[in-house]
């Protein structure tokens, strides 16, 4: 069962989702890694699809999320040595895929698919912020004192984890703080939203601390 939306928007976080997840299967450069991947994602995709995700008592949508976070925090152990021989350059302007992503989610507050919140001004989601700065960046990353790449990487991070923080409080649990409801990201290819891309964000920015904190200088 696809969400609501136009076909533009249901496409384009489709493609976005698979594109990035593909993105991530080749940086680790492991086959038992991507067929993981993979199985997870097919996994996640078909309870969306069939709507068994759509349940906030419990929510439902987080016990697909958290062992999505935990499994991105289990890469950094088993492809370590892979992501953090990529260019410091890259890992830094990758974060520009936020872009289109925050242009998506823009896009579907438009269209009445996502709740105000979930998108910049006057909504609460700011993280267009690190995509736009990562692509002015990431051409001189190699050249920039290492204390100003983390900070860079600590505001990511925290932008990051501020829309997470609404994203959660919007679900229509006993906990909700805001309004509207922000049931969209259990259906399918909108949870891809935060299985891939909110996924993928946080596993760079923690890739790009080790790489910092194992190099004298980032290259």
């Not at 609501?4 to 384009?12: A, E, M």
């Not at 830094?92 to 896009?107: S, W």
């Not at 909504?123 to 960046?137: C, E, I, P, R």
Request: glycine share 8%; net charge positive.
């Amino acid at each position: 069962m696809l969400g609501p939306g136009s076909f533009y928007l249901l496409f384009g976080m489709a493609l976005l989702s698979v594109l990035i997840a593909t993105l991530v299967i080749v940086a680790c450069r492991s086959w038992k890694v991507g067929v993981i991947v993979v199985t997870w994602l097919a996994l996640v995709s078909g309870l969306s699809w069939y709507g068994v995700l759509d349940t906030y008592v419990p929510p439902r949508p987080l016990f697909v999320l958290l062992p999505t976070l935990a499994g991105f925090f289990l890469l950094i152990r088993l492809c370590g040595t892979s992501l953090c021989a990529i260019p410091i350059g890259v890992l830094v302007g990758v974060q520009a895929f936020r872009i289109p992503v925050e242009l998506l989610i823009h896009r579907a507050v438009m269209e009445g698919v996502a709740p105000p919140q979930m998108t910049w001004f006057p909504g609460l989601n700011y993280d267009v912020v690190t995509g736009v700065s990562a692509l002015l960046l990431a051409p001189v990353a190699g050249r920039l004192p290492r204390w100003v790449l983390h900070l860079w990487n600590g505001m990511g991070l925290c932008l990051l984890a501020w829309v997470v923080f609404v994203g959660v409080l919007s679900l229509p649990t006993p906990l909700q703080q805001f309004k509207p409801d922000n049931t969209w990201i259990a259906f399918f290819p909108y949870i891809g939203l935060p299985v891939v891309l909110v996924s993928t964000a946080l596993l760079g920015h923690l890739v790009l601390l080790k790489k910092l904190r194992s190099t004298a200088r980032p290259t």
